[in-house]
């Protein structure tokens, strides 16, 4: 139990190559200065640069460096529940890898952590370096989400915070497969608080958020933690019901008072059937959309597969790591202890 280290640092990687030196010397300066024990688990979600290479070659040097290889990509969200997973700190803290996040924020979160927070999470007060674009849109987004589900999600929060080894405990029973960490953090509960920053330009690269991956993203978010998308039919049908009765007293009065072929022809009927057969394919898609995700709990697939670790051997024994019996629950992640070599 004492060789726990206190904090965990979590970032997941898809082909960042031009921030990983600099990311682990920022990480390493910030973390030595708190004089505490850590580890950094670098989790490389199928990057097709050189990014395996240099994480490996850091973590060959220092051994507080852990790597958690996917066989494939995965995508960020599931890269950092791997990350979760695997964390053996008393206190886990999730960054971006390409230093949008800076990790000297890392100690301000630490603090309010001591103070008795369970959650400490980083409020983008200001964002440099993004198209007007993304940020318009994830504003939007934020704003939507706050108002359309249940949980409080904080405005303007990435996934860069802090979160005690008792909600990473509930973190890691939740297997769902679109993920929304973000939310589901904020349904855990316990003290939560904020902590505001600037979010800085990348480094290097570019985003691995294209519009379509932002919109997946964001849908994710909104069928994860909200039925409204399902609510909303309701009103719809209450509105066009409506229509329909008033329409027949309307028509009947119009066709009384200027001849039976008025309201007539079929180029009425036809856009009226068009329009409404839309409305209900629309609907049907949203229903789907919601099909489609039981169909994914249903399977009960891994969330991810590992290909290969490094500094993380016996790790199964240590408190703060899965235990082997929830591990062997269907549906989450296989952990492979095989090293590289
Ligand atoms: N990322 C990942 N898998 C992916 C896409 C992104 O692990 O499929 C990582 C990426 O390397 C970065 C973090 O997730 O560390 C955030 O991605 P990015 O900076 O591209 O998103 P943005 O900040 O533009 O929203
Ligand atoms: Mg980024």
């Known amino acids: 139990m004492t060789d726990r280290p206190q904090f965990s640092i979590i970032t997941p990687i898809y082909n960042e190559e031009g921030n990983i030196q600099l990311l682990y010397q920022r990480l390493r300066d910030v973390m030595d200065a708190t004089g505490e024990s850590w580890e950094a ?46 964390a053996d700190g008393h206190a886990v803290v999730l960054i971006d890898a390409d230093l949008q996040d800076p990790p000297e924020v890392i100690a301000d979160l630490i603090a309010k952590w001591r103070e008795g927070y369970e959650v400490v999470y980083a409020v983008r007060a200001e964002r440099h370096g993004e198209s007007r674009f993304k940020i318009w849109t994830a504003k939007l987004f934020y704003r939507l989400i706050y108002r359309i589900t249940d949980v409080n999600i904080p405005l303007d ?38 902590v505001d920053y600037v979010r800085h330009a990348r480094h290097a690269g570019e985003t691995k ?25 309701v009103y719809f049908s209450g509105i066009l019901g409506f229509l329909a009765v008033l329409t027949i007293p309307v028509v009947a009065t119009l066709r009384i008072m200027r001849g039976p072929d008025f309201f007539g022809g079929q180029a009425t009927t036809i856009v009226l059937l068009l329009m409404l057969s839309a409305f209900q394919l ?29 500094n993380m051997n016996g790790d199964d024994e240590k408190n703060g790591a899965p235990t082997k019996e929830a591990l062997k629950r269907p549906g989450t992640s296989h952990r492979t202890s095989r090293n590289f070599e």
């Open 282 to 310: 629309f609907f049907l898609f949203i229903l789907g959309q919601y099909v489609a995700r039981i169909y994914d709990e249903t399977r009960d697939r891994p969330l991810y597969v590992v290909s290969s670790t490094r």
């Open 209 to 233: 958020y294209p519009l379509r991956k932002m919109i997946r993203f964001a849908w994710d978010a909104i069928t994860g933690f909200s039925y409204f998308p399902l609510q909303i039919m």
């Open 41 to 86: 688990i670098m989790v490389n979600d199928g990057s097709q640069d050189g990014s395996l290479a240099l994480i490996d070659a850091i973590a060959a040097q220092d051994e507080r460096v852990k790597v958690l290889n996917f066989a494939r990509n995965f995508g960020h969200q599931i890269a950092v529940t791997a990350g979760i997973d695997y």
């Open 157 to 194: 929060t990435g996934d860069f915070r802090l979160m005690d080894e008792r909600v990473v405990r509930v973190l890691r029973q939740m297997r769902e497969h679109n993920r929304f960490i973000r939310g589901m953090t904020s349904w855990v509960g316990f003290r939560q608080t904020g």
